[in-house]
Nanobody, 120 residues
Framework: QAQVVESGGGLVQAGGSLRLSCTAS?????MGWYRQVPGKEREFVAG????????LYADSVKGRFTISRDGAKNTVWLQMNSLNSEDTAIYYC????????????????WGQGTQVTVSS
């Protein structure tokens, strides 16, 4: 079982930015980001194929969030810009997913989450 560790969450004002990072033991993996609000189901945010860098984004974050990788550090990043209150959630890093066409299938390995709170 791969260990997944994410970090970078915090409190920001609306319109601000945060950069999340994640790594997993046994890299490389295809990597994705999910988020969850209390009382709601976890939802897909972004994912990428490690090998070729293909990416997929949820409609709600397109144009604002960017997922990228740093091969030298075995790290995946989620740059979040123009944050708004709807982005407030616990963000989870997911390792081992599959990106095909326009669909992302979640992997088996999860981090414990990092809180992102956007205030107005």
């Amino acid at each position: 079982q791969a260990q997944v560790v994410e970090s970078g969450g915090g409190l920001v004002q609306a319109g601000g930015s945060l950069r999340l990072s994640c790594t997993a033991s046994g890299m490389p993996f295809n990597m994705g980001w999910y988020r969850q609000v209390p009382g709601k189901e976890r939802e897909f945010v972004a994912g990428m194929s490690w090998r070729d860098g293909r990416t997929l984004y949820a409609d709600s974050v397109k144009g604002r969030f960017t997922i990228s990788r740093d091969g030298a550090k075995n790290t995946v990043w989620l740059q979040m810009n123009s944050l708004n209150s709807e982005d407030t959630a616990i963000y989870y890093c997911n390792a081992g997913g599959l990106l095909r066409a326009t669909m992302w299938t979640e992997g088996n390995h999860w981090g414990q989450g990092t809180q992102v709170t956007v205030s107005s």
